[in-house]
């Protein structure tokens, strides 16, 4: 493992709370230059602020192309180069697929797929003149299985997958490794920001029936339990690809939190 991220520069999409919000501020914790990219301009400047010198706000909309073209074009002036991208920023809705809008249908594969193509696209040409580059793209284990309500979000996250799995092998000759990072439960971020009360009710309950937030799901991990996890990623050394890091709860937290351990 690397010894810090000093003067590298990383690009986190998504980084103005949760998941990516933490590992943008344990990257600046490394020393790392941090570009972070959002829709909401004013809490993004505010998450900035709160990890300091090392963060730049880039108000960014993933889905609109002319925006991601214009974000990195501002990192090449900035910055000249990008070491890692970090592809967190993602959106859900409880639908059925009768039952989706064309608004839910497009926010949710736009964000989710399109988004990180986009970033991709223009950050290869940037990672080029880099010795250890590397891009990360946030995945789910929802998409391993199904969780009812969730097909949307399951086959946006899927079609992640598999891009990252394809640009394993087309990136390898330019030495950009790629890591379809899957993400187990997540506590202590915006994830169901977007869900009604009662259509969440109404989820909760087909999700015990089915099984799936035991046998899937599980107890959760704390988002700075799952940021460290994909430090472990970011500062590994350039000799280990990271292909596939499914990370997720072991129960711990779990315990701790009803005293039966420490």
């Known amino acids: ?45 505010q998450a900035a602020s709160d990890i300091g010198n090392l963060a730049t706000p880039i108000a960014c909309d993933i889905t609109n192309p002319d925006s991601v073209r214009s974000a990195f074009d501002q990192i090449a002036e ?9 592809n967190v920023a993602a959106i859900a809705r409880i639908r059925l697929l009768s039952d989706a809008s064309d608004e839910d249908i497009e926010s949710i594969v736009r964000t989710n797929l399109f988004g990180p193509i986009y970033c991709i696209r223009s950050a290869v040409p940037l990672m080029r003149s880099t010795s250890n580059p590397q891009i990360i793209n946030v995945s789910s284990e929802i998409s391993l ?67 799936y937030s035991h046998y899937v799901a599980g107890d959760g991990v704390e988002v700075e339990a799952m940021a460290g996890a994909m430090m472990s990623v970011i ?28």
């Not at 103005?16 to 809490?43: I, P, Y």
């Not at 900035?78 to 970090?86: C, N, P, Q, W």
């Open 1 to 45: 493992m690397n010894d810090e991220l000093t003067n590298r520069v990383v690009v986190v999409a998504g980084a103005s709370a949760g998941l990516g919000f933490a590992v943008a501020r344990e990257c600046a914790k490394q020393k790392a230059r941090v570009m972070m990219f959002a829709r909401n301009a004013d809490r993004l400047v």
């Open 78 to 86: 900035e910055a000249g180069h990008i070491d890692v991208l970090v």
């Open 145 to 211: 299985g199904y969780m009812p309500g969730m097909t949307l979000y399951s086959c946006s996250k899927a079609g992640l997958d598999d891009l990252s799995r394809c640009l394993v092998n087309e990136l390898a000759p330019e030495g950009i490794r790629i890591c379809n990072f899957v993400s187990g439960k997540i506590l202590g971020t915006d994830f169901v920001s977007n869900f009604e009360l009662n259509e969440l009710e109404h989820a909760r309950r087909g999700w015990l029936e089915s099984g």
């Open 235 to 262: 500062m590994s050394s350039p000799e280990v690809l990271f292909d596939v890091y499914h990370a997720r709860s072991s129960g711990r937290s779990q315990l701790t939190r009803n005293g039966d351990a420490t």
